[in-house]
């Protein structure tokens, strides 16, 4: 009967998820709705990458189907994702279909104007694997290698400020001092969506938007003190090379004394009415930029979860581009998670984004309305359909999109 | 469908509503699928703005020099380096956008005698090249090379639209850009694009 169940739920699903649509999302959620920081299920302390034995054994557990049922409990046996004592490995790895690149038109051989939209596409989009190396309590040597599958290169990065290797060194001796991270990785800069899409960080004016992009990664030092449950302090200092190639100004990265910083300071309220009336509140603001001003990013956020029901949440930035600001963003987010069971989980969001450049009396204007699932049909799999209307000053186009991401 | 001079409230309403509907109904319907270009408030009329006359002095080459711009070459967007959106064309190295027809194009002083006209959309993924509107990332023309360099992933086309460098994170990648024929008096700073 179960078993029934099961398949009407995933039959169901597909079709929905076969007529849904394009690129696809993630949130904060989980952090969000459990109410635990992000170290509890990664070893990132801002999120993301490697899961930690408790990250690892929850997604063991997410699933549609279990491992028994699809004959699969091999896959199940191990308790942990360590493969000896003191070091763990991980990956992801992402295929997605979508429609890219933007709509136009032209002018055929009858002098017709014609209106060309992308193909759709299968593009092999993330194939990256994590280690992390304990060689002691309080040290964590994390590494992770982004390879290009789409490019059959090695290392090929589609956005500028990319990179494909990144490694850093945790010193996490105690809850009562601060962490401190070094090396290459990303700066814990506003609230941390896996989806690069999202127009938080996206400069209006440019027709691909993504100003910080997926993988973005700087050499330097960030110490993360959290004294207290509710509270989080982030404070960092790096050498913004390719915060100079994703901004697309040389300038950031040319003077000797060249260096970006990041402040950021997070309010974990807790409300608490009861048996399963359980709320999550995350509070925040961050600012990054580098010492001269050529680009800084200021973001607020806020949101709210509830246990095993969703969340929401609201992300403001603003953006400033040229050291006397030829060009400012203004871009806010609305996200909202329902979740229906561990493993099939609602998202829809709302995003705008404006750019106003200096003596330009018209602000540039982009739009996005997304809507899509996380369905876990067995765990360490994702399905995320996605329906996805994108709107500029020149053209609007919906789409449908769907990823299939593998993780372990 | 007009929209540059429209209230962009109404348009977030419009895009808003179009989104609630879409996320209501679409799951059953594939043609949720769309596209709508907007016009541009100073577009120019499609294409072939011909005379009817002197087919001599229309079609020519790619970096024509010298013709009579006198006369109207059949098809063609005349130009002149007056025009302060072009005067950039007057050093060599330079580029400027413009209005070819209903296309955008980009003009490229790629010598004292020669300007090259390419097409201002890059055929890699479609995204704008060209000093165009806003975009903040136009692409360099490299006066060693004689070729245009896309900014987005670095696709590299000489002046006869070959590509000559495929994007690093694309190597399969493998189409030309079109180029539009130019015909240009250096003297007079005075030209057509033609199609
Ligand atoms: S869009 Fe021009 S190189 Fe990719």
């Known amino acids: ?200 960080h ?33 404070a960092g200092a790096f050498q913004p090379d390719r915060l100079a190639d994703a901004v697309g100004n040389p300038e950031i990265s040319e003077a000797t004394t060249a260096a970006a910083y990041l402040a950021r300071a997070s309010y974990f309220p807790r409300f608490d009415f009861g048996p399963d009336k359980t709320f999550y509140g995350w509070v925040g603001a961050s600012v990054y930029g580098d010492v001269d001003n050529h680009f800084r990013a200021d973001q607020t956020f806020v949101g709210m979860g509830w246990l095993d029901r969703g969340s929401v949440m609201f992300e403001l930035a603003h953006l400033s581009f040229g050291s006397d600001t030829e060009r400012r963003a203004l871009n806010a987010a609305g996200i909202l998670s329902v979740e229906f069971t561990d493993w099939l989980v609602a998202e829809g969001r709302l995003e705008q984004a404006t750019t106003r450049i200096r003596d330009v009396d018209d602000s540039i204007q982009r739009r996005a309305a997304v809507a899509g699932l996380q369905f876990y049909p067995v765990p360490y799999l994702k399905l995320r359909p996605e329906y996805r209307i994108t709107d500029t000053d020149d053209w609007t186009m919906a789409q449908y999109a769907v990823q299939l991401h593998l993780f372990y | 469908m007009s929209s540059t001079d429209e209230d962009p409230q109404l348009l977030s309403r419009r895009a808003a509503l179009k989104a609630l509907a879409a996320v209501s109904v679409c799951p059953l319907v594939a043609s949720c699928e769309f596209v709508e270009i907007k016009d541009d408030d100073d577009e120019a009329s499609t294409t072939n703005q011909s005379s009817g006359n002197d087919q001599d002095a229309g079609h020519g080459t790619n970096g024509d020099t010298g013709g009579d711009t006198d006369t109207v070459p059949v098809d063609g967007t005349p130009f002149s380096l007056d025009d302060p959106e072009l ?33 201002q959309v890059c055929p890699h993924q479609g995204l704008p090249m060209g000093a165009c509107g806003n975009n903040t990332q ?25 590509l000559i460098e495929a994007p690093p994170t694309d190597s399969s990648f493998d189409e030309p850009i079109r180029v539009f024929p130019v015909q240009f008096d250096p003297d007079t700073g005075e030209g057509y694009v033609l199609n």
């Open chain 1, 1 to 200: 009967m179960r078993s029934m169940r099961v398949l009407f739920a995933i039959s169901t699903l597909l079709l929905v998820g076969l007529a849904w649509l394009p690129e696809a999302t993630s949130l904060p959620r989980m952090s969000a709705t459990s109410g635990a920081p992000c170290t509890t299920c990664h070893f990132n302390s801002d999120g993301g990458g490697l899961r930690s034995e408790i990250g690892w054994g929850t997604a063991q557990l997410t699933g549609a189907i279990d491992h028994e049922q699809t004959g699969l409990s091999v896959l199940s046996d191990r308790s942990t994702n360590r493969v000896l004592d003191w070091m763990a490995v991980g990956g992801d790895a992402r295929i997605q279909m979508a429609r890219l690149g933007i709509p136009r038109e032209t002018v055929d051989d009858d002098g017709e104007t014609v209106t060309i939209t992308p193909d759709r596409e299968i593009i092999p989009m993330q194939l990256q694997p994590y280690i992390a190396i304990m060689p002691h309590d309080d040290l964590t040597l994390h590494g992770s290698y982004a390879a290009g599958p789409s490019s059959g290169e090695w290392c090929s990065t589609v956005y500028a400020g990319q990179t494909c290797a990144q490694g850093h060194l945790t010193w996490d001796p105690s809850p009562r001092v601060p962490t401190f991270r070094a090396g290459l990785f990303r700066p814990s800069i506003g609230m941390r969506h896996d989806d690069h899409t999202m127009l938080t």
């Open chain 2, 138 to 162: 136009p692409a360099k023309w490299d006066q060693d090379k004689e070729a245009i360099v896309c900014q987005w992933h670095g696709s590299t086309f000489n002046r006869d639209g070959d």
């Open chain 2, 87 to 119: 005067e950039a064309l007057s050093e060599v190295g330079n580029q400027a956008c413009f209005d070819h027809g209903s296309q955008e194009v980009i003009l490229v002083r790629a010598s004292d005698d020669e300007i090259v006209a390419f097409e």
């Open chain 1, 202 to 234: 996206a400069d209006a004016s440019r027709p691909r938007p993504t100003v910080i992009p997926p993988n973005y990664a700087e050499v330097g030092v960030e110490a993360s003190y959290q004294p207290r449950h509710w509270l989080r302090l982030d």
